[in-house]
């Protein structure tokens, strides 16, 4: 058993490798941008609805767009990621704590989520995940690509953990890659007409460990301010910030 579980790492290794040399090649065209309004805002909701929609997770919308009343919370923060600059992913976070306690996971599991921020708990609550294939630089990276947004925010802002609703069937890539928790059964989730569960990513030596093992997650200081320092929900052009994980590549 022992030499099955070492042959398992072992192969388990070389592909941690083959991806971290892919998604660095990559993130030398990606460009995150924190987004507040004007045209890059409608292009968000747009990709949103595209993808829900292709998905089953709403329904037509005269609009083409999927906006909810969660967008414009003074602890939401607004991402599109573009590869040479064309919109390939948009992912959304709010911050929650006892001070501001408002999010759509806390509205979904408040029987999981209020009394921990009453205690004084943080987390970092990740929804409206949404991708565009027919973009993807290469097949499955899009989620690695958007997902380090949240290794970039839980360096930041030192949660707890990070909340992600997702699908029963989506689980085993987040217990994969992130060591999420599932806390909840599928239920009913505010805006969509698929069923949700709440699984959790611890931060601490979870968090260590995630950025040992797959270092185009690391992220700079200056990376991390630019993000989530200053949330500029006024602003009326995007933030755009690049990422930084080559420094820590180059310094090894």
């Not at 790492?9 to 971290?20: E, I, K, M, P, Y």
């Not at 992130?178 to 030596?205: H, M, S």
């Not at 950025?211 to 755009?240: D, V």
Request: proline share 7%; aromatic share 12%.
């Amino acid at each position: 058993m022992d030499a099955a579980r070492n042959a398992s790492g072992v192969a388990r290794a070389a592909g941690d490798s083959v991806l971290n040399r892919s998604m660095m090649q990559l993130l030398e065209h990606v460009d995150y941008r924190l987004i507040t309004g004007g045209e890059d805002l409608e292009a968000i909701y747009r990709l949103r609805y595209k993808s829900y929609l292709r998905s089953g997770m709403c329904g037509p919308i005269a609009s083409g767009m999927f906006e909810d009343r969660w967008d414009n919370l003074p602890n939401s923060y607004r991402f599109g990621v573009y590869f040479y600059g064309e919109l390939v992913s948009t992912l959304r976070f709010h911050y929650i704590s006892r001070e501001h306690p408002n999010s759509p996971s806390v509205d979904a599991y408040p029987e999981i989520l209020v009394e921990r921020l009453a205690r004084g708990e943080t987390f970092i609550d990740g929804t409206r995940f949404a991708t565009d294939p027919d973009g993807a630089p290469a097949p499955g990276v899009l989620p690695f690509l958007t997902l380090r947004l949240a290794m970039v925010a839980s360096l930041y802002f030192g949660q707890n953990s990070v909340l992600t609703p997702v699908k029963v069937e989506h689980s085993n890539f987040y217990s994969r890659y992130f060591n999420a928790v599932q806390r909840t059964e599928a239920k009913e989730f505010p805006g969509v007409l698929t069923r949700i569960a709440l699984f959790e990513i611890p931060a601490g030596e979870n968090m260590r460990l995630t950025l040992q093992r797959f270092p185009f997650f690391r992220s700079t200081p200056t990376e991390q301010r630019l993000m989530f320092g200053n949330p500029a929900i006024n602003r009326l052009t995007p933030l755009s910030i690049v990422p930084t994980a080559k420094y820590y590549r180059d310094a090894a």
